[in-house]
């Protein structure tokens, strides 16, 4: 009979590290019969959970069959493991689902369930290990995607800080912070409160990263193009530990964007998320398209079209203004067509106006100098352009 990963309806769920010479063990607690139960390891095997830590860190995910909790023991086995509360037949107890690899690494001391697409079900699970261990304590963070079908795991990637700061602690902290780049997808901080740690120059020390939800075909997963890193230094100076804890999700200055707490050493620090927009960029042409042998100028409107969802972002529009540059044939080497005034198509400052949509119009003209040879092009508007060069060599 397959395990059951979701036996329990609603209820609050408490670890407690130290129960049973520090295996540890979990309190569930019923707040309607106002009855609690303590779940622990040690019926299994009295030795083997000895010092794990069970209940170090505990997390609720929704999986397609129900609630599913979950609880780490960073010192089982030495490696740390991640217990999910399942039923076989009458039986409801905690099993080690996912198990860490390096001795000392404190796997599963942070958990973050993230449901990416807000549709209910969880997605993602984040298990950190702040001690992994490269060159010094580096830490890293494992990203388990969350089966829909059997809710099961599977490791998709993992995670890490800056590779030449040795004592980050990457992982420490971890927290779903909200879709602070409003694009619908839930993101993610992980704190490194010792990054930078050491550095003397007394601007304080540790990092937060920020990770952004992304999707393709409906696979959903974090971005790992470029997180964001926001080092203590940048914040306030003198920041100490900063990323020792992070949370997120919620608007404390009423402007309608989340904003994220992070944890320094006696101080804490909210960071306001910034309003965003979105920027469409068109250009038509007129002639649509050019056939050979065509020396006119061409005729380009461009056009940038703005859209927002928060009315931050709508009222910091005023003050915005936009620098582009125009420029055709990119690549090739040599253009077939340039700005009528370059001037004009070389860093292009302007104001938004009212409204969402500014449109420029330019022109372009031929640059000169190709050869008029043509094929195929018999009753045809456009033709094939191919110059083949014969040779005989003389004996
Ligand atoms: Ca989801
Ligand atoms: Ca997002």
């Known amino acids: 009979m397959a395990a059951n990963p979701c036996p329990l309806q609603e209820q609050v769920l408490l670890g407690a590290v130290g129960a049973f010479d520090w295996s540890g063990g979990m309190l569930f607690y019923n707040v309607s019969s106002r009855k609690g139960r303590f779940l622990n390891q040690t019926s299994v095997d009295v030795k083997a959970v000895q010092y794990s830590y069970l209940g170090y860190s505990v997390a609720v995910l929704h999986k397609a069959c129900g609630l599913s909790y979950v609880a780490g023991a960073p010192r089982h086995k030495q490696q740390g493991a991640v217990f999910e509360l399942q039923q076989e037949s009458t039986e409801t107890n905690f099993v080690p689902v996912l198990e860490g690899e390096q001795m000392g ?163 804490a620090a909210v960071l306001r998320s910034r309003p965003v927009v979105r920027l469409k960029l068109s250009m038509t042409f007129t002639p649509k398209a050019l056939p050979i042998g065509f020396y006119n100028s061409v005729n380009v409107n461009l056009c940038f079209e703005i859209s927002y969802v928060s009315p931050a972002a709508e009222s910091g529009l005023k003050e915005t203004s936009l620098n582009f540059t125009l420029d055709v044939d990119v690549v090739k080497q040599r253009k077939r067509l340039q700005c009528s005034d370059e001037r004009l198509c070389q860093s292009s400052l302007r104001e938004w106006g009212a409204g969402p949509r500014l449109c420029e119009p330019f022109l372009l003209v031929p640059t000169g100098g190709q050869l008029p040879y043509e094929k195929a092009c018999k009753n045809k508007l456009f033709c094939v352009a191919e110059l083949q060069l014969a040779t005989t060599l003389s004996q």
Do not use: W
């Not at 920020?210 to 997963?221: M, R």
């Open 105 to 267: 690494s404190y796997f599963g001391s942070e958990l973050c369930p993230v449901d990416v697409d807000m549709d209910g079900t969880t997605d993602l699970l984040l298990v950190a290990a702040p001690f992994y261990h490269v060159q010094g304590e580096e830490g890293r963070v494992y990203v388990y995607h969350v089966n829909k079908q059997d809710g099961s795991f599977s490791l998709v990637r993992t995670l890490s800080g800056h590779p030449r700061l040795t004592y980050a602690r990457f992982g420490f902290a971890m927290a779903t912070v909200g879709d602070i780049s409003q694009d619908e997808l839930i993101d993610v901080a992980i704190g490194a409160p010792l990054e930078d740690f050491g550095a003397d120059d007394g601007v304080g020390f540790g990092s937060v990263y920020i990770y952004n939800g992304h999707s393709t075909n409906q696979l959903v997963d974090l971005s790992t193009n470029q997180p964001q890193r926001i080092r203590a230094s940048v914040v306030a100076p003198g920041l100490q530990y900063f990323g020792t804890s992070v949370a997120g999700g919620l608007d404390f200055s009423g402007d309608g964007l989340v904003d994220i707490a992070v944890g320094a050493l006696g101080q």
